[in-house]
């Protein structure tokens, strides 16, 4: 599904991503820990295509094709999804509305007749209860005077509307509380599917708890220096990232 | 040397216009024109040395060799505005397209016509020497719609009225009258079409809005400029106490556009809301100029200006709102909101906020930015194309002006005309 090579990218001249690599399988879950400040959201946004970031080495190949080239909206097209780690507010734009015309655009792409009223609303309500999305919240603003919860909430609700396969869950846990947390996670796993993959970046073990990953990475100072199951989740837990700090920078003797 | 200094001069170009002028002036109007054309002469072209003119030139006006015009059979209405109106093409009714008929609880009907004086009521706001266009107005006033609406009556549908300038180096200069008497309440539409590809074309109108105790007023103007236009909308209001009005100004398209509205708030409770949105492209320049003034106490007005720019246009907003010592407990809010698209576009915003109550709300504000990049990427990321969530952006700042909107059947041109500049 995806393969990451040797990644190199950079914001305003400073390099982030130093030779990242990873693969990607369908179906799979993979987990990308780290400290703050080590590159994950840089990943996540040079994979849905944030053009704020300069990719200066390495490929990613997304289904056989070269993701790199491909504009953001061509990248949801394909199937990538982001949920960020700090959604945006648009006032004025109406969730349901741009999800209507972004659903239609896919559809154009993939050279479908546009969605139904009714088979859009259906599938609003279907996914909207899948993590207790309010209805009201549906039909507000983007995330406009949203809590920080129901951003995130909102974050999986488009996620589960434009049917991905691969989505990219940027810290989707952080200012959650354990209900909020457990919601998200309950949306996340009956999203699950054979040919759905999950790149899933968290600070904490916590939300692994409730989505059980395949794949667990660490990544720090821009590259993956560490891959096991997810018992390496609970390691990081308990012991927290500073030996990985001094593994990858031993003292001198 | 001397030649070229005349020139500058209102009254020469006055003295060369009255050879084509060939409307009537109401008898009630004689002693306004008189006085007018007295006052015109020592008035010269306002400068960008003027205050008032500081960011939109009128050197380009004073160089053509206006003439009026008796040309009103080949104007063309298109074929979007229908429904009873009143037309006029080069400030003349045009009787044969026009199909609105007066009733019982209102009059309507061209200037020349009309015997109903209210001028002396806006002599003491009068300010030729701020404003020398309106001397020139006044000193040959041209047909546009006088509208009088009896006390009590409500006028249920949307009176459209068409404006047409059309022909080479023609200027037209419609006076319009609007009268609503204690307790009636009318909608208007105004269009104002310069017709494309005909020749240089100005317009300098004027409108006089007296709206009497509890009356209410709503009206919408669409300016469609053409690639040559001139078009100066001129615009007062005198509001009774408990009235309310709202005016909402569409610049659609034009080469040069300025607006001057001037409202006088003169009683208590009344509320008063200006709005405007304006989307120059190419070279267009757009001026919006207006004067709030909270004469009397506990009264309310709000101001909404927004406009996205294209390309190397030119925006202008100039608000001056004066809140008087008898004006305790005033609400005055005004705000001007811009986003530049290009680069090359530019933007001079000024609000401006005279007190002299002390127990008043006033705010004011002007943001001049880009769109929001973040937001953007952010509907990228989720399957919309780049031009269609710059619109959707758009569409939703250019909301907060149409919700204000009158008659809701225009909707759908100003929201073309964005689409269709924005595609370019
Ligand atoms: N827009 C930006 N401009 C400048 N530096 C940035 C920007 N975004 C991120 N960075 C820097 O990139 C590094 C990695 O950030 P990020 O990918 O957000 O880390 P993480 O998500 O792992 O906490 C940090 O040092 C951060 O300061
Ligand atoms: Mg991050």
Redesign the interface.
């Known amino acids: 599904m995806l393969e990451v090579k040797n990644l190199r990218a950079k914001i305003e001249g400073k390099e982030i991503l130093k030779g990242l690599s990873m693969k990607v399988n369908p179906g799979e879950v993979h987990a990308i820990m780290g400290p703050n400040g080590s590159g994950k959201s840089t990943l996540a946004s040079v994979l849905?295509?944030?053009?704020d970031f300069e990719v200066s080495e390495g490929t990613v190949s997304y289904k056989g094709e070269n993701l790199l080239e491909m504009?953001?909206?061509v990248?949801?097209?394909k199937g990538?999804?982001?949920a960020?780690q700090y959604?945006?507010e648009?006032?004025?734009?109406s969730n349901i509305n741009?999800?209507k015309?972004?659903?239609n655009?896919?559809r154009e792409?993939h050279g479908q007749e546009p969605i139904t009223a009714k088979e859009f609303l259906k599938r609003v309500k279907e996914k909207a209860s899948l993590v207790e999305l309010d209805n009201k919240l549906t039909n507000r603003?983007?995330n406009e005077g949203f809590s920080g919860g129901e951003k995130k909430r909102n974050e999986i609700f488009?996620m589960a509307m434009?049917d991905p396969t691969l989505c990219i869950l940027d810290e989707t846990d952080s200012g959650l509380d354990i209900d909020a947390l457990k919601i998200v996670a309950n949306g996340v796993n009956q999203l699950r599917s054979k040919d759905r993959s999950f790149i899933i970046v968290t600070h904490y073990q916590r939300l692994l708890d409730y989505i059980v990953p395949d794949f667990v990475h660490v990544l720090y100072d821009g590259k993956i220096v560490k891959t096991g199951g997810k018992e390496l989740a609970l390691e990081l837990e308990e012991k927290g990232y500073d030996w990985i700090k001094e593994e990858q920078n031993p003292v001198e003797a | 040397m001397e030649t070229l200094i005349e020139e500058t001069k209102i009254s020469a170009l006055a003295t060369s216009l009255s050879g084509s002028f060939s409307n009537k002036i109401p008898d009630h109007f004689k002693n306004t024109a008189e006085r007018a054309t007295g006052l015109m002469s020592g008035l010269e072209f306002p400068s960008t040395r003027d205050e008032y003119w500081k960011y939109t030139r009128t050197a380009q006006i004073s160089k053509v060799d206006w003439k009026f015009s008796d040309e009103i059979f080949n104007a063309e209405i298109p074929a979007h505005i229908s429904g009873p109106k009143i037309v006029f093409v080069n400030g003349h009714l045009n009787s044969e397209l026009s199909d609105l008929n007066a009733n019982a609880n209102f009059e309507i009907g061209p200037f020349h016509e009309s015997n109903l004086d209210v001028e002396k009521e806006f002599e003491p706001y009068e300010d030729f020497r701020t404003n020398p266009f309106l001397a020139l107005n006044k000193a040959m006033p041209q047909n546009g719609y006088v509208l009088r609406v009896s006390a009590k009556s409500n006028i249920e549908n949307t009176i459209a009225v068409v404006n047409i300038y059309t022909g080479d180096k023609v200027i037209s200069q419609p006076k319009n009258v609007v009268v609503l008497e204690k307790g009636s309440s009318a909608k208007i539409k105004e269009y104002h079409i310069h017709t494309k590809n005909s020749g240089k074309t100005f317009a300098n109108t004027h409108s006089s809005f007296v709206v009497g105790r509890n009356a209410q007023l709503g009206i919408d103007i669409l300016q469609y400029g053409s690639d040559e236009s001139f078009h100066l909308q001129n615009a007062d209001f005198l509001l009774d106490r408990d009235s309310r009005v709202v005016q909402n100004t569409f610049t659609q398209e034009g080469n040069w556009t300025r607006n001057n509205t001037n409202v006088r708030i003169q009683g208590e409770n009344v509320n008063a809301n200006l709005n405007g949105f304006y989307i120059p492209s190419g070279t267009e320049h757009i001026d919006n100029h207006t004067i709030i003034d909270h004469e009397k106490s506990n009264s309310e007005s709000n101001e909404l200006y927004r406009g996205v720019l294209l390309d190397k246009s030119v925006g202008v907003f100039n608000g001056k709102v004066f809140v008087r010592q008898d004006a305790q407990k005033t609400n005055a809010f005004q705000s001007n909101g811009n986003v530049l698209i290009s680069d090359t576009a530019t933007m001079n915003s000024k609000p401006e906020l005279e007190i002299y109550a002390d127990d008043v709300k006033c705010s004011h504000g002007s943001t001049t930015g880009q769109l929001?990049d973040?937001?953007i990427?952010?509907?990228?990321?989720?399957?919309?194309?780049?031009k269609?969530a710059r619109k959707?952006?758009i569409?939703?700042?250019a909301?907060?002006v149409l919700k204000h909107l009158v008659s809701e059947d225009i909707r759908g041109e100003i929201e073309e005309k964005i689409d269709t500049k924005l595609a370019k």
Not at chain 1, 48 to 51: C, T
Not at chain 2, 377 to 386: I, N, S
């Open positions: 849905a295509g944030n053009e504009e953001p909206d990248r949801s097209h990538v999804f982001l960020f959604p945006v648009i006032p004025g734009v741009f999800l015309a972004a659903i655009e896919r792409a603003s983007v488009q434009l | 929001n973040e937001a990427y952010y509907l990228q990321t989720r399957g919309v194309p780049k269609l959707m952006l569409s939703a700042f909301e907060d």
